[in-house]
């Protein structure tokens, strides 16, 4: 019983997104033979949007980033090439990929799609009152998060790994760090009855990392260090579920209470813990390069 109404209910919702998406396509003139009724079709005009937003970018970016079959992207970067709108080099780095960029007439044709589509957009937005237009951004802005998260799994070490500690180079790097996790710090967190550190693996790479610390000076309480998420990686909550799969682990060793420290330049990360709960305390540790104390009650009462 419950299965045939979940089938009902996808079902359902499977009618209002396609029905949604004959809404927008013709809405938007994507059914038309020619982008905006120019010269190109509308995957030659992203396609030379796309080497214009990333020039010296490859085919194989495109084809990943754009979902096409690499046969196609290879038939259409040949046509814009002979039409003299892009021109590829080899790579040096690697002979089989070439690189990228636009003409200076390519530049041209962008710069004036650009123009025409910002155009069709502004006066499509200026046909609703200026509350609805602020709906309709926001609600465009969920749709997109909500479709690009990639499945994402999140791993807690049995061993110090090679992707651990290139992650901790890099968040070392990233933050400043000055007072950095020798390799016996690590073995210990990793090693640790109520200590840990998770990594996050999305498409197969590890692309993010969270660890928590002992803290004996603080009954019931451990610390959550070394939160980092590749910048390539970043828009999938990542963070948030490195976080969770910590804050589940604690939770299941009987700790009460997750301290960390930051410093006021980490504005985004301060951000996260402050939306997860986090509050302000005192000083807990001697780290000297922070200035910021924050901790979050994980237990099931505060007394």
């Not at 997104?17 to 079709?41: C, I, P, Q, W």
């Not at 963070?239 to 589940?248: G, K, N, P, S």
């Amino acid at each position: 019983m419950l299965k045939s109404r979940a089938s009902k209910a996808e079902a359902e919702q499977v009618v209002v997104v396609r029905d949604f998406n004959r809404f927008y396509t013709a809405r938007l003139g994507l059914l038309r033979k020619r982008h905006l009724d120019g010269e190109f079709s509308l995957t030659e005009a992203r396609i030379l949007y796309e080497i214009g937003a990333a020039p010296r970018t490859t085919a194989s970016t495109l084809r990943i980033a754009l979902w096409l079959d690499a046969g196609y992207v290879s038939r259409l970067l040949a046509s814009l090439g002979k039409r003299r709108l892009i021109r590829q080099t080899a790579s040096k780095e690697d002979g089989r990929e070439r690189l990228l960029t636009l003409t200076a007439a390519g530049e041209t044709a962008v710069a004036r799609l650009n123009d025409q589509s910002s155009l069709q957009i502004r006066d499509m937005l200026r046909s609703v009152g200026a509350e609805e237009r602020a709906a309709l951004v926001e609600s465009i802005s969920k749709v997109r998060s909500i479709l690009n998260r990639r499945p994402v799994r999140v791993v807690r070490l049995s061993t110090a790994s090679e992707d651990a500690l290139r992650l901790l180079r890099e968040y070392y790097e990233a933050a400043h760090v000055v007072q950095r996790d020798t390799p016996r710090a690590i073995r210990n967190m990793i090693d640790g009855v109520c200590s840990g550190i998770w990594l996050a693996y999305l498409d197969g790479e590890a692309v993010g990392c969270v660890a928590l610390k002992s803290l004996p000076s603080i009954p019931s309480a451990a610390e959550c260090k070394r939160l980092y998420v590749r910048p390539s990686a970043r828009g999938q909550r990542i963070a948030h579920r490195l976080l969770d799969a910590q804050e589940e682990f604690a939770r299941s060793r009987g700790l009460r209470w997750i301290y960390l420290d930051s410093y006021d330049d980490l504005k985004v990360a301060i951000a996260l813990y402050r939306k997860r709960g986090y509050v302000a305390c005192k000083r807990y540790n001697d780290n000297l390069q922070a200035t910021l104390f924050l901790r979050k009650f994980i237990g099931t009462d505060s007394n």
